[in-house]
């Protein structure tokens, strides 16, 4: 059984820093063919996708909101995906969840757009919830 589960978030001020991860576990294949996204989700609003990494592949996409303040990363040895969130902002106040998707790969265009789409993930987190303060 696939797990998916994300560190706890927290309440930050605004320009603070926070680094979440998402540990993964009962993948039938390795972890490396996987690509792993970071998601977000503020009351009243759709899920959007932050970020994406393909390790195997050594993509990364990020979305235009984040892209220079937040960074994705993996250990491989652990499993871990983490996402380092820089100079947060209220606008980044959302739960955060992290899901993973068996051979979707970054380097094909369709996939690259796929990637930031919540539907194209089979397995999620519980989500953690992120707050940053004006």
């Known amino acids: 059984e696939v797990q998916l589960v994300e560190s706890r978030g927290g309440l930050v001020q605004t320009g603070g820093s926070l680094r979440l991860s998402c540990a993964a576990s009962?993948?039938?294949?390795?972890?490396?063919?996987?690509?792993i996204g970071w998601f977000r989700q503020a009351p009243g609003k759709e899920r959007e996708g932050v970020s994406c990494?393909?390790?195997?592949?050594?993509?990364?996409h990020y979305a235009d909101s984040v892209k220079g303040r937040f960074t994705i990363s993996s250990d491989k040895a652990k499993n871990t995906v983490y996402l380092q969130m820089n100079s947060l902002k209220p606008e980044d106040t959302a739960v955060y969840f992290c899901?993973?998707?068996?051979?979707?790969?970054?380097?094909?265009?369709?996939?690259?757009?796929?990637?930031?789409?919540?539907?194209?993930?089979?397995?999620w987190g519980q989500g953690t919830q992120v707050t940053v303060s004006s």
């Open positions: 990494i393909n390790n195997s592949k050594g993509k990364t």
């Open positions: 899901a993973a998707e068996w051979g979707l790969d970054l380097r094909i265009k369709d996939d690259y757009t796929r990637s930031s789409q919540a539907g194209a993930y089979a397995y």
């Open positions: 009962g993948f039938t294949f390795a972890f490396d063919d996987y690509a």
